[in-house]
Every structure is written in structure tokens, then in C-alpha cells.
């Protein structure tokens, strides 16, 4: 049968038992039932369709199996209905008001009243509105507040959920926000291990009124490990995929993902994302702002000293991916050391964190600097390849070859920009998540790096 099917049945055309017992055997999983208020008159109509009484003993159970289809109702309760029938040849309702029920004790009077009352105080509690009404009688003297001052506050509460109530005052107030579920309020515990990373976005400007690309920045708690990707929007389609890539990048096994209270990383698909791999989600305190004090640090130090201010057109998301992948996470990790605090906790209980020369190093020092550091890497990962990528180059030649590509990449950038111009053509937007994905090959980056490195010489003047 179709979803949403009407069948009009006419019973009335069964007339003996065995066409009851066809019927029953052939409509094993059809729902067919009576109406509600039909259920009392259709069981008197086919018991003395049928002849209830005298039949035998099987043939009772068929026709007490067909009303029990039929009706819905429970086989011990429609015994009870054939059994009423039996004695009194009928089949009626016995539950109705009593005749002489109890009386009110509220009546509609102390009804309104109770809702001028809500009126003038705005729906005060029930306590605090039923000291208002004895107050009322007690103390001024208002004599039609006698019933309502010795009101109980359930039964208040009963008076505003009736009927009579509402027809005298309606309260409306606006929808009330609810708080989302998602990710743990507290400070990250790493308790010196790495994995518990910090992640913040930064937004590379607008321009005539058009968004530019976003950079997601995520730093490891103990190592400062860090990784910068950087997507069109971020929005599902495009911010999922960079979480997955940045995931996936860092060399140690991933425990747990801090982030502020931004809706781009505090939703149901990042949650989702972090619970099939059993990653540990958590979220900024309010009035805390240390919880993600290193990602909101770095985004300064690093993302915005080699991308500067200015904007950056969307359509180069995966340029500047390819960039960051390629060029800037290698120097950030393997090649700029960093400061690590020391905690001292003074002879008052006070923390206060120290940061000496000696405790100066790159991240992947940091991370070689753990006990049992090779118990945190990731399946297929050894710190014999992250020493001949750390090797590979002198912290200077990173340097280097960090403002080299970025040189390059605005050359090509001008070259390109300018033999577009003389073509006249223009350039279109991609699909959302083609530019995000990085390729390894060469790549090019924007113009707007330009006024990046201008900026410096300006300043260095």
C-alpha cells in the first residue's frame, strides 16, 4: 500500500464468521480502525449483526479478535464491552460528570482576579503573588482578595493553567535562546602532553564589500606545534575539509581541540567530525581569556607577520593553502624557536610563570624534549623522517626560501595580473572546496603580498 492511501471499506457486507476469519487472515498488516467516538456504537452493531450470544466458542473468538482489529482496543477490554451488551443489551459510556460534584471554591471572580493581579506585577511567582493577595486582604483591607489569600500556591498554579485564565490574559514573551550542548566549557588538561591543540580563524580583510579568505590557525598546547591552513569561507562546505587537513597534518596523535565560542567551530558537523575520532572538544570559559591566549598570541606572530593586513581575494584560498602547507608550516616548526614558560609557584601559592633563555626552542625540540616522545606519534610517522625534514635545510636557508617563494609568487602574480588586463578577461570563482584542497606543485600567490612586504621596509626605514 502507498504512503498516504485511503481506503474506504464497507464491513457491513460481512456477514458470517467465516467471511470475519478470511478477512482477519487476509489483512494481517493493514492498520484498519474505527473512529474513537465510533468504537461503542460499531461493537453494538456487530455483535447484533452477528448474533453474539449464542454462537460457539470459536466463533466468539473470531468475532472478539475482528473488534480487537477493528477498534484498537485491548481483548480485556472489549471482553468487558461484550460482557455490558450481554446484560443490559447495549453497549454505553457509564463514566459521566457527577450529579452533585464537588463544589468551587474558586470561581470565575477570584479567576480574573488573580489575572488583574498578574497584570498589574507582571507574573510574579506563585509564592510572591500569593503574599501579594494576603497583603492585599490583610493589610489594605481589599475584601474581594478574601478567597484568593488563603489559595495554596499549587492550586495558583492550577487557576493560571485553566481555560478561564487564559481567556481573561494572555502573556506573551519572546523566544528564549537555549544554550547548544556541544564541546566541554573548561580549560584544556594536556598534563605535559602533546596533542591538545588550540585553534583560532583569522579573517584577511574586506574590500568593497566583498570577504576575504580565512586562515584557520591551530597550535599545540606543550610542543606550540603549528599548522596554518586557509579556506574561501566558514562556512561547512569549506572549513570541514581544513579541519580534517590540519588533523591529519600533525605529526602526533590528536587528544583534544579547544576553540572559543565562535559558531564556526562550536556546531553539530565539527562535533560530529571530533567524535568519530574520538577527539576530545572543549570550549572557552567566559571571563577567561587565557583558554585560547597561544592560538589568539600566534595568530600576531605568525599569521599576520608573513600575511600582513590587507585583503585577500577569495578565489586564492588554495594559493595561499598550498603556501602555508609547503613554505610557512615547515619554518614556523622546524626552524623559529619559541619561548616555554617555566611555573614557579611562589611561597604564597601564587603561579608565576618564568620565561628563560635556556628553555628557548623550536617546536619540534620541544616535541623531541618529551619523555617518551616516540609514544605519541602517529602510526607511520618517526622521528627519523621529522629529522631529515628538519635537516634538510639551515634555519637560514628557511628563511630564505620562505621570502623567496613569497617574491615569486608576486612576480608571477604581476606578470599574470598584467597579461589578464591586456586580454580583458576575467577571472571567475571555483566551486566550493576545489581551491581548498593542496596541491603539491608550484604555486603562486597574490599581489596583495606586495603591500606585506612594502609594509616592512617602511617600517625597517
Known amino acids: 500500500m502507498m504512503p498516504g492511501m485511503v481506503i474506504d471499506m464497507d464491513e457491513v457486507k460481512l456477514h458470517t464468521v467465516a467471511q470475519v476469519k478470511a478477512f482477519l487472515a487476509g489483512t494481517p498488516d493493514l492498520a484498519l480502525t474505527v473512529p474513537k467516538a465510533e468504537h461503542y456504537g460499531f461493537i453494538e452493531r456487530v455483535l447484533k449483526r452477528f448474533g453474539y450470544?449464542?454462537?460457539s466458542r470459536p466463533d466468539k473468538g473470531v468475532v472478539l479478535r475482528y473488534l480487537v482489529r477493528m477498534t484498537g482496543l485491548s481483548r480485556q477490554q472489549v471482553t468487558r464491552l461484550v460482557q455490558r451488551y450481554r446484560q443490559h443489551g447495549r453497549v454505553v459510556k457509564r463514566y459521566r460528570p457527577p450529579t452533585h460534584g464537588f463544589p468551587r471554591r474558586f470561581d470565575a471572580t477570584d479567576t480574573a482576579l488573580l489575572a488583574e493581579m498578574d497584570a498589574l506585577h507582571s507574573t510574579l511567582s506563585g509564592p510572591a503573588t500569593k503574599k501579594l493577595m494576603e497583603r492585599a486582604f490583610l493589610v489594605f483591607g481589599e475584601a474581594r482578595f478574601a478567597r484568593l489569600a488563603g489559595i495554596s500556591v499549587s492550586h495558583l498554579y492550577n487557576l493560571r493553567g485553566g481555560k478561564a485564565y487564559r481567556d481573561t490574559r494572555r502573556h506573551w514573551t519572546k523566544t528564549r535562546p537555549t544554550g547548544i550542548p556541544i564541546g566541554q566549557r573548561r580549560a584544556p588538561q594536556p598534563k605535559g602532553a602533546p596533542g591538545y591543540i588550540r585553534i583560532d580563524s583569522v579573517h584577511q580583510g574586506d574590500q568593497d564589500g566583498k570577504?576575504?579568505?580565512y586562515h584557520i590557525n591551530a597550535v599545540d598546547?606543550?610542543?606550540?606545534?603549528q599548522l596554518?591552513?586557509?579556506?574561501?569561507?566558514i562556512s561547512e562546505a569549506y572549513l570541514l575539509p581544513v579541519i580534517r587537513q590540519l588533523l591529519e597534518e600533525f605529526p602526533f596523535v590528536i587528544l583534544g581541540f579547544h576553540a572559543?565560542?565562535?559558531?564556526e567551530y562550536v556546531n553539530y558537523q565539527v562535533a560530529t567530525l571530533l567524535e568519530k575520532l574520538r577527539i576530545e572538544f572543549t570550549k572557552s570559559r567566559p571571563r577567561h581569556a587565557n583558554d585560547n591566549a597561544l592560538a589568539e598570541s600566534k595568530n600576531g606572530a605568525v599569521v599576520r607577520k608573513h600575511l600582513g593586513y590587507a585583503h585577500i581575494p577569495q578565489q586564492y584560498a588554495g594559493r595561499v593553502n598550498v603556501f602555508c602547507a609547503e613554505v610557512l608550516n615547515p619554518y614556523v616548526n622546524f626552524h623559529r624557536p619559541c619561548f616555554f614558560p617555566e611555573t614557579i609557584t611562589d611561597e604564597k601559592g601564587k603561579e608565576r610563570k618564568r620565561y628563560r633563555?635556556?628553555?628557548?626552542m623550536t617546536p619540534y625540540d620541544k616535541l623531541r624534549s618529551l619523555p617518551e616522545a616516540a609514544g605519541y606519534l602517529k602510526p607511520g610517522v618517526t622521528f627519523t623522517c621529522l629529522d631529515a625534514t628538519a635537516s634538510r635545510m639551515s634555519d637560514n636557508e628557511a628563511a630564505t626560501a620562505l621570502n623567496t617563494a613569497r617574491r615569486q609568487a608576486i612576480a608571477r602574480e604581476r606578470t599574470t595580473h598584467a597579461r589578464r588586463t591586456k586580454q580583458g578577461?576575467?577571472?571567475?570563482?571555483?566551486?566550493p572546496g576545489t581551491e581548498t584542497q593542496i596541491h603539491r606543485s608550484s604555486f603562486r600567490l597574490i599581489p596583495v603580498l606586495e603591500n606585506t612586504l612594502f609594509q616592512r621596509k617602511k617600517l625597517r626605514r
Open 53 to 55: 450470544p449464542p454462537l
Open 211 to 213: 570577504k576575504g579568505v
Open 221 to 225: 598546547g606543550v610542543t606550540q606545534f
Open 228 to 233: 596554518v591552513a586557509t579556506c574561501e569561507k
Open 260 to 263: 572559543d565560542n565562535g559558531s
Open 357 to 360: 633563555y635556556a628553555q628557548m
Open 425 to 431: 578577461t576575467n577571472q571567475t570563482e571555483t566551486e
